[in-house]
T-cell receptor
Framework: KAGVTQTPRYLIKTRGQQVTLSCSPISGHRSVSWYQQTPGQGLQFLFEYFSETQRNKGNFPGRFSGRQFSNSRSEMNVSTLELGDSALYLC?????????????FGQGTRLTVV | GNSVTQMEGPVTLSEEAFLTINCTYTATGYPSLFWYVQYPGEGLQLLLKATKADDKGSNKGFEATYRKETTSFHLEKGSVQVSDSAVYFCALVKAAGNKLTFGGGTRVLVKP
């Protein structure tokens, strides 16, 4: 069974640009969550989608947005990039919405903003 | 709000030493608790979990017990190997959904 796939693995963007990251969950998983990992702030929750609906949202500015498609694949978009957006962005998928269900993580997309 | 506090690293150990990483949490009700591990250049892997008080999660020689009275979920391993060198994250999920709240992570380095 294929794991969670995130593309691209690495990305370099310039301040002010926008970026779209992609996540393909494990087949059959309907919940997709996104996290930002930085040395200073650690792992922070961005948002969760379940069956194409955003169910939870973290404390990030509106420049961060996401969506989920009918095949459960998800994208997140960051507009007007800032240097502080440089981070590892992790996607996780789960089969259910129930708490306690294991979340399977992808390898992440390393975004560098210059 | 919910929060997780874990001991800061790095923790440096010799092979076959005993490892313990402290984790305490703040949350109302009964969250589910997890330990995740991150190896260099990779995403997170679930190490173990516990979904109710007094549950013990275990995997690959690691153990942690959900202690409601002390709001703790300390990770232990009796004899570490070099391959256990990684960053370990304690996390919780509260209520429905899969929003994980993570601790700051503890880097563990095991020397031969």
């Amino acid at each position: 069974k294929a794991g969670v796939t995130q593309t691209p693995r690495y990305l370099i963007k310039t301040r002010g640009q926008q970026v779209t990251l992609s996540c393909s969950p494990i087949s059959g998983h309907r919940s997709v969550s996104w996290y930002q990992q930085t040395p200073g702030q650690g792992l922070q929750f961005l948002f969760e989608y379940f069956s194409e609906t955003q169910r939870n949202k973290g404390n990030f500015p509106g420049r961060f947005s996401g969506r989920q498609f009918s095949n459960s694949r998800s994208e997140m978009n960051v507009s007007t990039l800032e240097l502080g957006d440089s981070a590892l962005y992790l996607c996780a998928s789960s089969p259910l919405r129930d708490r306690g269900t294991e979340a399977f993580f992808g390898q992440g997309t390393r975004l560098t903003v210059v | 709000g919910n929060s997780v506090t874990q001991m800061e690293g790095p923790v440096t150990l010799s092979e076959e030493a005993f490892l313990t990483i402290n984790c305490t949490y703040t949350a109302t009700g009964y969250p589910s608790l997890f330990w995740y591990v991150q190896y260099p250049g990779e995403g997170l892997q679930l190490l173990l979990k516990a979904t109710k008080a007094d549950d013990k999660g275990s995997n690959k020689g690691f153990e942690a017990t959900y202690r409601k009275e002390t709001t703790s979920f300390h990770l232990e391993k009796g004899s570490v190997q070099v391959s256990d060198s990684a960053v370990y994250f304690c996390a919780l999920v509260k209520a429905a959904g899969n929003k994980l709240t993570f601790g700051g992570g503890t880097r563990v380095l095991v020397k031969p």
